[in-house]
């Protein structure tokens, strides 16, 4: 898949793992175990490697207690660990600092954060994914479309990108991508998920369509997504980097408020109508007690009297833009064209510059 992460390694292959220098047996086998958990290729020292750059090129560094004094010297750099098992030696602060050491580990207390961090290696996490939400302020609104518009923009401009639909009620964004017959897993595969969900795994396994990829659901009976499910498999689509959009339900249960938890922004998709508005003011009063940038993005035609300034003050919501009109729409739909293809329609352009403002912002590159 392409993205915007320059030389990232395709999804799916392996960085180097992290430098494990010890003797000491009974760590080695704890230290080789996260390792295989993580799904990280570790290389194995007694000392500091004689050769050239080994030490400072390894991702991570795990340096065993019984190694502390034979990695004196050592060029410092970041990502050094001390690890051990003496839960209660006074010591082991100075030789941390002797080494340059990030911080200390004790195992087995410290084992799940290891993994995590081990596994960060493996996937070559670096910086997280910008993840856009996308609700709709009433039935029927055009959130859905907006987002798979979103996402199939982002993905023709290069991007890293995933599309995960978040509203079991809905239609199914495979079926707006026309991928519904594509190869892959789908929610009731990841409701059981708990713990760390690796990225990489989780996006090779999804159903590919227009150059992303798309969690969404089988055409089977509804499944409630738990919230420990809902976060692993965001984290682990926020590690790939690159953008990340969520179609959610409009109804705000824990799975969702899970979602709206683990967003940098929201978009509110309201149309120009005043029981749209009073209906969507529920909505973001709701979305606002968990998600803290949250923007209105105004359909029309409007109502008299009604234009996207005023539903925005209405709101009291930022103003994020006016979402267009695009003839055709549902034809291109009919035909197996989904929304934001056409990269000259209105409604691509409207995605094309969203994604221009919000990473000019700040967000993943």
């Given amino acids: 898949m392409s993205g915007a992460n320059g030389g990232e390694p395709a999804a799916g292959e392996r960085r180097a793992g992290p430098l494990i220098i010890t003797e000491d047996v009974a760590l080695l086998d704890?230290?080789?175990?996260?390792?295989?958990?993580?799904?990280?290729?570790?290389?194995?020292h007694h000392a500091v490697p004689e050769e050239r750059?080994?030490?400072?090129?390894?991702?991570?560094?795990?340096?065993?207690?019984?190694?502390?004094?034979?990695?004196?010297?050592a060029t410092r750099r970041r990502g050094v660990l001390l690890v051990g098992h003496d839960q209660d030696d006074p010591q082991v602060w100075r030789r941390a600092v002797e080494i340059g050491a990030d911080c200390v580990l004790r195992l087995p207390d410290a084992e799940g954060w290891l993994v995590d961090r081990i596994a960060d290696v493996a996937e070559g996490v670096g910086r997280p994914a910008l993840t856009v939400g996308v609700i709709g302020g009433r039935g029927g609104a055009g959130a859905s479309t907006l987002a798979c518009a979103l996402a199939v923009t982002a993905a023709r401009e290069g991007r890293r990108t995933m599309l995960v639909d978040g509203d079991p009620l809905g239609g199914g964004l495979d079926?707006?991508?026309?991928?519904?017959?594509?190869?892959?897993r789908r929610w009731p595969d990841f409701a059981a998920s708990r713990g760390r969900v690796a990225g990489g795994a989780l996006e090779e396994s999804l159903p590919s369509a227009h150059g992303l990829r798309v969690l969404s659901w089988d055409r089977g009976d509804s499944v409630v997504?738990?919230?420990?499910?809902?976060?692993?498999?965001l984290a682990a689509a926020r590690r790939r980097g690159g953008v990340v959009v969520v179609d959610l339900a409009r109804r705000v249960d824990e799975g969702v408020a899970e979602a709206l938890a683990q967003?940098?922004?929201?978009?509110?998709?309201?149309?120009?109508?005043?029981?749209?508005?009073?209906?969507?003011?529920?909505?973001?009063t709701t979305a606002g007690m968990v998600l803290g940038d949250l923007r209105?993005?105004?359909?029309?035609?409007?109502?008299s009297g009604?234009?996207?300034?005023?539903?925005?003050?209405?709101?009291?919501?930022?103003?994020?833009?006016?979402?267009?009109?695009?003839?055709?729409?549902?034809a291109d739909l009919d035909g197996g064209v989904p929304p934001g293809a056409v990269p000259r329609g209105p409604l691509a352009r409207f995605c094309s510059a969203f994604w221009e403002r919000a990473l000019?912002?700040?967000g993943a590159p």
Avoid: H, N
């Fill in 30 to 44: 704890d230290l080789l175990r996260l390792c295989a958990a993580a799904g990280a290729d570790p290389q194995v």
């Fill in 53 to 73: 750059g080994s030490w400072e090129g390894a991702p991570l560094v795990l340096v065993g207690d019984d190694a502390a004094a034979r990695c004196r010297g």
């Fill in 175 to 184: 079926v707006l991508l026309g991928g519904e017959q594509s190869k892959g």
């Fill in 225 to 233: 997504i738990p919230p420990e499910a809902m976060r692993s498999v």
């Fill in 263 to 284: 967003l940098d922004l929201g978009l509110l998709v309201v149309p120009g109508e005043l029981r749209a508005v009073a209906a969507a003011r529920r909505v973001a």
């Fill in 296 to 303: 209105v993005v105004v359909r029309g035609p409007y109502a």
């Fill in 306 to 330: 009604l234009d996207e300034q005023w539903v925005a003050e209405a709101l009291e919501l930022p103003l994020a833009g006016e979402l267009p009109v695009e003839a055709g729409l549902l």
């Fill in 360 to 362: 000019a912002d700040g």
